[in-house]
């Protein structure tokens, strides 16, 4: 077969897509050319194909290795509808009858079977690998790779076997997917498999459109769990608990509140999980609650909200987790609940465990609870987590961002840090460099006489809780390292050995106070819930003013909007101004009247006792420099221009932009937009949003295609909502 073959036309042949995703063709060709093969892609990239699609062009059968029955079957199943062939792909697992075995065995041995999927206990029993000896093998792909690794959220042993059973069988190229490793698992993939010289193909870990939020874990956490899901009624969503009583106890109380809930945990039988699951798929129940069991090989692109009711033991388990909601590129909402009790409990499960096993485990469970504490952006420290950098300083869809703490200046606690990891060869982990710093005397400072040095309790007269923050941040900055071998070992970067030199400022955010014993009806009195019938109300009348105008729904008002109206019961047009995308312009359109009647009267008849007076919004710096915007773009001054001028980027002039006609103030950005783009893909884009229901950026870029930059679409969308909706 010749390498170099038409990978397109084989993608629309067996798959019917017409473009490959990200890396997606290269790693093929990688594959094709014999050569091993590391892919590190996150949930929802479409890693599967990497090794069907060459599985099917190559002479042999290809061994997939993959921990997972279900997975097994549910890709089996959808190469055997892809294929006119019967047996194009089969598994080999203990769930199989002897007679399933004879047929899977003389399907491979007369080359119909290009695919076989087997759990590395089946790969490593004496009579599959004596078949398998006699049989051409194209490659061995190792899903879930992650396993291998001690230091991986899902470690099994027995991924461990696979090099030297792969040498007993009959070398042949390995691919290795992974969609969650940091560093160290890479390194441990790499050599278990014996295949550190693989070509690495790393996508980024951002997901930008994940919502990701921490909340304090307070005894009515069902109660807010339910409120949650209520205000988000009819989406998807999975719930994950640690143990399979609270599964059994949570998707009860679900069902008792009239919400479509299921419980999934491997102590389950078999028939249960797969209805389960396959009621999920068709959308008979909304929610799942589950054990970290479900989910893996899960191909649902509409999960809309993934809640964590007991905080991950690791930032790969919770990264995965996260990563099954909204892989449509919709909405996707990220909820944790956390509390230092589930870290205890955490910590407990692994006494009795081997030293080296229960040593890791503390240190995947330290950058847990340094994710939850944190108050800086939750995607830059992930990201951070997984050996990326994300350099926007706010990611706008995460709660630290959204709702940003004050900065404090920080320069000399850092140096005070830095001078002590020097001091004490860099050989320490951030809790003994913090016991060192506030003079604490624990036996193992003790043990090192390092309570016997002359800037031992150096910073003991500051507040305590200032050090986690500065380690943390310091690492996110780049003035320190983790070593990746020791895991937790803190470095200086050259940044830091510099910084000692020439100290300047370090702001930070402390990080946040999580008050487990508050009541959530403390928090309700300024938090409001979203009235579901209202909701559904405003937007039928939103539905009825779009049709008599000849303009989309969301011209009129966005989503968030509608959602906000419907929790805080605005009754006057001045109330409505207070609604999030609302403004003036919005106010005095012939139809703002219509909506706040229809609440007012809903509130008399339903008895509503709106509690609008309990808010107040603080707005006045953002509305300083919309009013500076609004000034430079009357005054035709270019955008780009505007933007250094105020001194943000690009994007966040076109995010206040965007604000500015949201809430119904026009602006006329055709100056900037005859300067700067063809004439035919503004009349293109505009003509898309017209005939469109959403205004959904990501919905606009799959439609158009690559030949419209981001940018583009953004600015013509200015340009169509100012002068349709305003």
């Given at each position: 077969m010749p390498k170099k073959i038409n990978l397109h036309e084989a993608l629309?042949?067996?798959?019917?897509?017409?473009?490959?995703?990200?890396?997606?063709?290269?790693?093929?060709?990688?594959?094709?050319?014999?050569?091993?093969?590391?892919?590190?892609?996150?949930?929802?990239?479409?890693?599967?194909?990497?090794?069907?699609?060459?599985?099917?062009?190559?002479?042999?059968?290809?061994?997939?290795?993959?921990?997972?029955?279900?997975?097994?079957?549910?890709?089996?199943?959808?190469?055997?509808?892809?294929?006119?062939?019967?047996?194009?792909?089969?598994?080999?697992?203990?769930?199989?009858?002897?007679?399933?075995i004879d047929q899977v065995k003389s399907d491979i041995q007369s080359g119909i079977t290009k695919l076989l999927y087997v759990a590395p206990e089946s790969l490593t029993k004496e009579e599959n690998v004596e078949f398998l000896k006699t049989v051409k093998i194209s490659f061995y792909a190792v899903d879930e790779a992650h396993c291998i690794s001690e230091w991986g959220h899902d470690f099994r042993p027995e991924y461990r076997r696979i090099r030297p059973?792969?040498?007993?069988?009959?070398?042949?190229?390995?691919?290795?997917?992974?969609?969650?490793?940091?560093?160290?698992?890479?390194?441990?993939?790499?050599?278990?498999?014996?295949?550190?010289?693989?070509?690495?193909?790393?996508?980024?870990?951002?997901?930008?459109?994940l919502y990701y939020e921490v909340r304090a874990k307070t005894k009515d956490v069902d109660k807010d769990i339910i409120k949650f899901i209520k205000q988000h009624t009819g989406k998807s969503g999975i719930i994950y608990c640690l143990s399979r009583k609270k599964v059994e106890e949570l998707a009860a109380i679900l069902r008792a509140n009239d919400i479509k809930a299921a419980a999934y945990h491997a102590g389950l039988d078999s028939p249960t999980r797969t209805q389960t699951q396959d009621d999920f798929l068709m959308e008979n129940i909304d929610v799942i609650v589950a054990t970290i069991a479900f989910g893996m090989g899960i191909d649902k692109p509409d999960?809309?909200?993934?809640?964590?009711?007991?905080?991950?033991?690791?930032?790969?388990?919770?990264?995965?987790?996260?990563?099954?909601?909204?892989?449509?590129?919709?909405?996707?909402?990220?909820?944790?609940?956390?509390?230092?009790?589930?870290?205890?409990?955490?910590?407990?499960?692994?006494?009795?465990?081997?030293?080296?096993?229960?040593?890791?485990?503390?240190?995947?469970?330290?950058?847990?609870?340094?994710?939850?504490?944190?108050?800086?952006?939750?995607?830059?420290?992930?990201?951070?987590?997984?050996?990326?950098?994300?350099d926007r300083e706010n990611c706008g869809n995460c709660d630290n961002c959204l709702h940003p703490k004050t900065k404090i200046e920080a320069m000399n606690q850092l140096v005070t840090v830095l001078k002590v990891i020097q001091l004490i060869k860099e050989n320490f982990r951030s809790d003994y460099v913090i016991d060192f710093i506030i003079g604490k005397e624990t036996e193992e400072i003790i043990a090192h006489k390092h309570h016997e040095m002359e800037e031992f309790g150096i910073g003991e007269d500051e507040d305590e809780k200032i050090w986690n923050p500065v380690i943390r941040q310091a690492l996110l900055m780049g003035y320190l390292k983790k070593e990746v071998e020791n895991y937790g070992l803190l470095k200086l970067t050259a940044a830091g050995k510099k910084f000692i030199k020439n100290p300047q400022s370090f702001m930070i955010v402390k990080d946040a106070e999580f008050n487990e014993d508050e009541d959530s009806s403390d928090r309700d009195a300024t938090a409001g819930a979203l009235d579901p019938t209202l909701a559904s109300m405003l937007r039928d009348l939103r539905k009825k003013v779009s049709k008599?105008?000849?303009?989309?729904?969301?011209?009129?008002?966005?989503?968030?909007?509608?959602?906000?109206?419907?929790?805080?019961?605005?009754?006057?047009?001045?109330e409505l101004k207070n609604i999030q995308g609302v403004g003036e312009g919005k106010v005095k359109q012939p139809y703002a009247k219509e909506f706040v009647e229809l609440i007012k009267k809903y509130c008399e008849?339903?008895?509503?006792e709106r509690q609008v007076d309990l808010r107040v919004r603080t707005v006045a710096k953002k509305s300083m420099l919309k009013v500076k915007i609004i000034q430079s773009i009357d005054r035709q001054i270019a955008l780009d221009d505007i933007a250094n001028a105020q001194g943000i980027d690009f994007d966040e002039l076109l995010d206040e932009v965007e604000a500015i006609v949201y809430s119904g103030t026009k602006l006329n950005i055709d100056y900037f937009l005859d300067e700067v783009m063809d004439e035919d893909h503004v009349d293109d884009i505009y003509d898309y949003f017209a005939e469109s229901d959403t205004d959904k950026l990501s919905v606009a870029q799959d439609e158009l295609g690559d030949e419209y930059s981001e940018d583009e679409i953004r600015l013509v969308r200015i340009k169509f909502l100012s002068e349709m909706a305003n």
């Open positions: 629309k042949k067996y798959f019917g897509f017409d473009k490959f995703k990200g890396d997606q063709e290269k790693i093929i060709q990688s594959v094709l050319d014999g050569k091993d093969t590391f892919v590190l892609m996150p949930t929802g990239g479409g890693k599967s194909l990497c090794y069907q699609l060459p599985s099917l062009l190559m002479d042999g059968v290809a061994i997939v290795i993959s921990p997972l029955i279900a997975l097994m079957k549910n890709q089996v199943d959808f190469i055997s509808q892809l294929s006119e062939q019967e047996g194009t792909a089969h598994y080999l697992n203990s769930s199989l009858n002897k007679a399933a059973i792969v040498n007993e069988i009959g070398a042949a190229p390995i691919i290795a997917l992974t969609a969650t490793a940091t560093d160290k698992v890479r390194s441990d993939i790499k050599k278990s498999l014996g295949i550190t010289d693989a070509i690495e193909f790393k996508s980024s870990f951002n997901r930008p459109n999960v809309r909200f993934v809640i964590h009711y007991d905080i991950p033991k690791s930032l790969e388990g919770y990264y995965q987790e996260t990563g099954r909601a909204g892989r449509d590129g919709g909405e996707g909402i990220c909820l944790a609940f956390y509390s230092s009790k589930d870290l205890d409990k955490l910590e407990k499960f692994m006494e009795g465990k081997p030293v080296a096993e229960q040593d890791i485990g503390r240190q995947l469970l330290v950058e847990t609870a340094a994710y939850a504490e944190t108050s800086v952006c939750r995607r830059k420290m992930l990201l951070h987590y997984f050996g990326e950098t994300y008599k105008l000849e303009r989309p729904p969301y011209v009129i008002f966005q989503d968030v909007s509608i959602d906000q109206m419907a929790t805080d019961y605005p009754v006057t047009l001045e008849e339903n008895e509503i």
